[in-house]
């Protein structure tokens, strides 16, 4: 299946590349030391429709469709993987809303996000589950014309820095995930506490939170769907979130890639070039070679969530998930070996794809999990 982008596809591609190469490329290496969220970059994104892009147009989104959405997400973390996931990332849980929400979570929310004035946050994972959704513990109990909510988050993106959030809860807990409710829940709602986590190994722009949820009270009216549909509704966007993430994946690959062909027109040994050494060529020859491979193979997956495929989307996504955040960071790595003792230290942007490549190995589904649902699909 060939993947011949149209010239609006290759036109969001060139303005998203000049945004980051002016906005985000000049300060990755103060947002990656200080560990600071680029608010204010997040804003100046929403102006060009960065943000969040799948949004509707019809509540001030950019209506974009899935190739579109994933080439902007692989460039923002072509110019830097940190920032990129702030900015990628501040519209987390609206494909439930949008999907699923009553039309006053829409009209209230999505404008707020897509315009860079708020983050949304997804809160499903917990300390003791992650990739086995059906575990979790929070529970959501009803009381009067509401719930009782309960329990930790963790790992939560934008958990500091969001005000409205998507958080699945048990409300039958013996039902496994037969039980499970989405909720819209305001973060500044009392019960709610937030904690950073800051000594992660990468992306450290990005912001990342464990969430206390202790006896949050929301209205009736908050239940995001159906009761007990939560994790039904949830699968629906899992082709989706793969994707995504396989594009990072692509994008921190390209990033690395860019920075090694700079290192090697500009480092001399012997008295030439290094990119005029045949290793080097052939190594550089295979980075992009794998990158090309892995880009082809999201594209793939996003075709296929687009066009609604679902049985076909949610194997190609697993595979564009797998292999590209394999490569990135196989790539990341060969960056760091092109630039020998200055790919070890943060002079260079090396050392940092290298870090930021790796989450992409483990969020929406380990590569060990990828496996079982290619092999679930195969077999």
Known sequence: MAFALSDEHRAIRDAVREFGENEIKPVAEEYDREGKYPEEIRKEAAKYDFVAPGIPLEYDGAGMDKISSTIVTEELWRADPGIGSAVGSAGFGTNMIMEFGDEWMKEEWLPKIANGETASCSMISEPAHGSNVAGIETIAEKEGNGYVLN????????????????????????????????????????????????????????????????????????????????????????????????????????????????????????????????????????????????RSLTYRAATEVEQNNQDVAAQFSSMAKLFASEIAVEVADEGIQVHGGSGYVTDYPAERYYRDARITKIYEGTSEIQKNIIADQLL
Do not use: C
Not at 186 to 206: F, H, Q, V
Not at 262 to 275: L, M, N, P, S, V
């Open 151 to 294: 329990g930790n988050k963790m790992w939560i993106t934008n958990g500091t820095v969001a005000d409205v959030g998507v958080l699945m809860a048990k409300t039958s807990p013996d039902e496994g995930h037969r039980g499970i409710t989405a909720f819209l829940v305001e973060m500044d709602t009392d019960g709610i506490s937030t904690e950073k986590i800051d000594n992660k190994l990468g992306i450290r722009a990005s912001d990342l939170a464990e969430v206390v949820v202790d006896d949050v009270r929301v209205p009736e009216e908050n239940v995001i769907g159906e009761v007990d549909k939560g994790f039904y509704q949830l699968m629906e966007f899992f082709a989706s979130g793969r994707t995504s993430v396989a594009s990072q994946a692509v994008g921190a690959a390209q990033g690395a890639l860019d920075a090694a062909i700079d290192y090697a027109g500009e480092r001399e040994q012997f008295g030439q070039k290094i990119k005029e050494f045949q290793a080097i060529e052939h190594k550089l020859a295979e980075m992009a070679t794998r990158v090309e491979a892995a």
